[in-house]
């Protein structure tokens, strides 16, 4: 089982690793002070392997590549395991993840780069943009649906409060009827799903509840109709090309199809191969699920939202945009919030992201694991996680931020990010809440 725990030098594109460079760490000057002072002193990295290394083990994932950074520098990064387990190829940095939900924080971003340029606003009526929407109604029983008592917008879609269905999730009537639905008619285009989508009625009014089902594909389509760009063609425009997330796509490159390994499920004693290496599932680009791309891309993502918008110098949003999108936009009527019928306990949902509420120095580990412990996260924080059991969050109190990714699509049963994430806060916390792990050398560029 191959682990690496040194660290590799970070330049501008966080290349794969290549072993240690000496004397080469490179920073810029950082965009702003953490809310608090903390100096990160000492990382246990052992502690983090070990977090992970249970679940290879016992045969419960692959492999798994976890990288966190510390004010714009790389702390601690770990490729442990194996991208395909038969071919025996190891994990790398340059590993292609299935991003599954981890999509829709970046279309998140993507609509907000309209709200910016004042392309979009966010209490626009969604119908404004899709007229197929300007038929809905609300679901009551077999025989009743009742008119809507607010029209859809752009800020419900951003939190979720829209009443779509999620179809693959919720079990209410309305998920039955989109469960059951042959969408074979929907599979040319985004375009053509979304209008098909348009056809059900709402599980509730709009703002009335939290219900993680297709708004964000709903904001792929207006990006879409907006911009007269694919969503694809927009995000590597707009996102990925000035943020040099050069391993992130929704059509694989040929030649790259090689760092993408099968996606596996537990048997109980070995794993089960899902889907096949090298092929993503999506059809087309969409906003809710579908791109696929490497730890290190993806931190350079959160970096960017860390830094209030900009990387290096490269503006994606205003800093007031990023943070009203981590601000916590949910009435406390509705908390908390709910995925897969699970409670995510001390969270609520800003614009794209769920947000922790909280003091943090009262976290405390939890030996019982389930999607609700992901509120152990420091106040403050905002995150988000994918189906194939990848994930990310953003730690604005200690100007931390990390990504964990697997190929397992055994989410709500595999916990590795959330014993991930209790490993490193422990170092903070449970010294009286000084932090007291190492900054090695290297940089995600600030």
Known sequence: MKIVITLCTVFLTLT????????STQTISKVSKSAVEVTIADVDANRLNQAIQPYLDEKRLSGVVAMVAHEGKLIYTSEQGY????KLVPMQQNTLFRLASLTKPITSVATMILVDRGKLALDDQVSKYLPSFAKLKVYVDESTLEPLETPVTIRHLLMHTSGLGSGFLGNTPVDLMIRAHD????????????????????????????????????????IEVISGQSIEAFMKANIFDPLKMEDTFFSIP???????????????????????????????????????????????????LLNGGTLEGVKILS????????????????????????????????LGFAVVDGNPAEWQP??????????????????WLGAYNDSFWIDPTHDLIGVVMTQSI???K????????????????????????RTQEGSIRK
């Open 83 to 86: 991208a395909d387990v038969q």
């Open 414 to 437: 595999i916990a590795v990010f959330q014993d991930f994430y209790q490993a490193l806060y422990k170092g903070i916390y449970g010294d009286g809440n000084k932090a007291t792990f």
């Open 254 to 304: 040929e030649a790259k199809k090689s760092r993408l390994g099968p996606a596996y499920t537990a048997t109980g004693e070995n794993l089960k191969e899902v889907v096949p290496a090298g092929h993503n599932p999506a059809k087309y680009g969409r906003g809710n699920s579908g791109l696929i791309a490497t730890a290190p891309d993806y931190l350079r993502f959160a970096q960017m």
């Open 410 to 412: 055994d989410v709500g």
């Open 183 to 222: 969408f074979s008619k929907a599979d040319a285009s985004l375009e053509a799903f979304i209008d098909e989508l348009a056809t059900f009625p709402l599980v509730h009014q709009p703002g009335a509840s939290f219900t993680y089902g297709f708004s964000t594909d709903v904001l792929a389509r207006i």
């Open 16 to 23: 794969a690793c290549q072993g240690p460079k000496q004397n």
């Open 319 to 350: 800093a007031k945009t990023v943070e009203l999108m981590h601000t916590d936009q949910l009435p406390k009527s509705i908390f908390p919030i709910s995925i897969m019928g699970t409670p995510i306990l001390n969270n609520g949902f800003g």
């Open 366 to 383: 939890s030996s019982e694991y389930s999607v609700s412990t992901m509120g152990n996260l420091p106040a403050t924080s905002f995150y």
